[in-house]
């Protein structure tokens, strides 16, 4: 039987910070943190800072890292319901490349999420996508499936705009007044305020790490799978069980009160520290 294309699908993932047993899917003696833990808990501490107090949704696998190191960290925090992942690949990013089967899973999937148009303006907080960013491709067609949702739901932009945010991570290079960035062509972002795209930088060993090379506890999730039984059905090769173990060690790692007070003082170097709501969080994590 074909499965039903308004049935929302979601990749299976373990709850890694509830903690679901695992069993022998993980090593006797597990591993320590990885290697670009110190680089990661930077990136992780401006991305909390750079959210503007918004719910942080990953977006795809690539950031999985950041979440799982997020988990650990904001477990005993008023955070601990803010981090979510948005299992999402656009294979390229057109925005009009979509099906009208692909257009209904999506909407489906955003709606079993809480992200529908109509849920969307009457947000407390802002929605921020997360992601590692190269020139924007995802982003734009995420955008662009929701931009249009909107407007057949005929839910007024002027509710939905405000909620509306998209944090890149990008390769950290050298910076000029000439310096390339990735939401300067991209037309769509000039229909948001001017604060609501927002980037951090990453190392460029570890953007490729985690972008290209690192092996993902899920599969890619685009839109050939977005109905696809198979997804939700829990991988036990040995490529993910060295991801598992990958992922257990940076929820380990966010619990560690070094780790919560390193990203703590990463906030406190930021800009929006003197924001209510920053200074309220880093304190949570400090103590």
Not at 73 to 97: I, K, N, Q, V
């Amino acid at each position: 039987m074909s499965p039903d294309p308004e049935e929302p699908v979601r990749p299976f993932r373990w709850d890694l910070v509830r903690g679901d047993r695992l069993g022998t899917l993980l090593p006797e003696d597990p591993p320590g943190p990885p290697w670009y833990l110190d680089e990661l808990v930077g990136c992780a501490g401006r991305i909390l800072a750079r959210c503007g107090n918004g719910d942080l949704y990953f977006v795809g696998r690539s950031l999985d890292s950041v979440h799982d190191l997020l988990g650990g960290a904001l477990a005993a925090t008023s955070w601990r319901e803010r981090l979510h992942l948005l299992p999402f690949s656009a294979y390229g990013g057109r925005r009009r490349g979509f099906a009208a089967a692909d257009v209904r899973r999506f909407r489906a999937r955003l709606a079993a999420a809480g992200l529908a148009p109509r849920d969307l303006a009457g947000r407390p907080r802002p929605v921020v996508f997360a992601d590692i960013v190269s020139v924007g491709g995802t982003f734009e067609a995420l955008y662009g499936l929701i931009r249009d949702w909107i407007d057949d739901e005929r839910v007024p932009w002027r509710a939905v705009r405000p909620k509306l945010r998209f944090l890149g991570v990008t390769a950290r290079k050298h910076t000029s007044p000439t310096t390339w960035r990735w939401q300067q062509r991209s037309a769509w972002t000039a229909d948001l305020p001017p604060r609501a795209v927002v980037n951090v930088s990453l190392a460029p060993d570890v953007w490729r790490c985690l972008g290209e090379v690192q092996h993902k506890l899920t599969r890619s999730f685009h839109r050939g799978r977005w109905a696809d039984p198979e997804v939700t059905r829990p991988p036990r090769d040995e490529a993910a069980r060295a991801a598992l173990a990958e992922a257990v060690s940076l929820v380990r790692a966010g619990r560690d009160r070094e780790v919560r007070r390193r990203l703590a003082r990463v906030m406190a170097g930021e800009p929006a520290v003197t924001e209510p709501w920053l200074r309220a969080l880093a304190a949570e994590l400090r103590a």
